[in-house]
T-cell receptor, first 114, second 117 residues
Framework: DAKTTQPNSMESNEEEPVHLPCNHS???????IHWYRQLPSQGPEYVIH???SNVNNRMASLAIAEDRKSSTLILHRATLRDAAVYYC???????????????FGKGTKLSVIP | EPEVTQTPSHQVTQMGQEVILRCVPI?????FYWYRQILGQKVEFLVS????????KSEIFDDQFSVERPDGSNFTLKIRSTKLEDSAMYFC???????????????FGPGTRLTVT
């Protein structure tokens, strides 16, 4: 899997938007961009994924650069419950026919200030 | 909302003992996984399982480890002879293969904390 680079940590004030960046300059054309998060003392949790177009779901938005070498996870209004480690992971859609391992990096630890 | 469950939440065992960690994946999922996370470190892939056989495994998953789906609902990880370095959180995950679009998100359980003394 291609490598991603994320800041070690970020802070946000509660109820403000948060933009979590991820660089993936060696991304291939068939790599999906996945985001997971891990709340303290819990298992990882799927957040969102995309290929080329920006994506929205009930949890977050994913903005993908036109050249796909970077992406940004957007939490529109951070809450205390969003304090977690956020992982940006690339996954080749054509590898493993649905059975695939996720390769977690160190992620970005997001702190939310009340 | 369906979820992955794991038992026990915490297991303490002595070095050299066998342990079995249990998971109940989401009922219509077809792919099952085990990951582990040593305290303060990254989440690491151990093994994936599909159609009653291992499809991928990492270097960590050596002969001391085995997985099984003994019935239609449970998925187990067995460590034959535990070592101190096996102390970690073990996460089970499952995913489905959706026909229309690559939606291979994995759903993780809450984990089992294994402490080897």
């Amino acid at each position: 899997d291609a490598k991603t680079t994320q800041p070690n940590s970020m802070e946000s004030n509660e109820e403000e938007p948060v933009h979590l960046p991820c660089n993936h300059s060696t991304i291939s054309g068939t790599d999906y961009i996945h985001w997971y998060r891990q709340l303290p003392s819990q298992g990882p949790e799927y957040v969102i994924h995309g290929l080329t177009s920006n994506v929205n779901n009930r949890m977050a938005s994913l903005a993908i650069a036109e050249d796909r070498k970077s992406s940004t996870l957007i939490l529109h209004r951070a809450t205390l419950r969003d304090a977690a480690v956020y992982y940006c992971i690339l996954r080749d859609a054509y590898s493993g026919a649905g059975s695939y391992q996720l390769t977690f990096g160190k992620g970005t630890k997001l702190s939310v200030i009340p | 909302e369906p979820e992955v469950t794991q038992t026990p939440s915490h297991q303490v065992t002595q070095m050299g003992q066998e342990v079995i960690l249990r998971c109940v994946p989401i009922s219509n999922h077809l792919y099952f996984y085990w990951y582990r996370q040593i305290l303060g470190q990254k989440v690491e892939f151990l093994v994936s399982f599909y159609n009653n056989e291992i499809s991928e495994k990492s270097e960590i998953f050596d002969d001391q480890f085995s997985v099984e789906r003994p019935d239609g609902s449970n998925f187990t990880l067995k460590i034959r002879s535990t070592k101190l370095e096996d102390s970690a959180m073990y996460f089970c995950a499952s995913s489905s293969k959706e026909v229309a679009e690559s939606s291979y998100e994995q759903y993780f359980g809450p984990g089992t904390r294994l402490t080897v003394t």
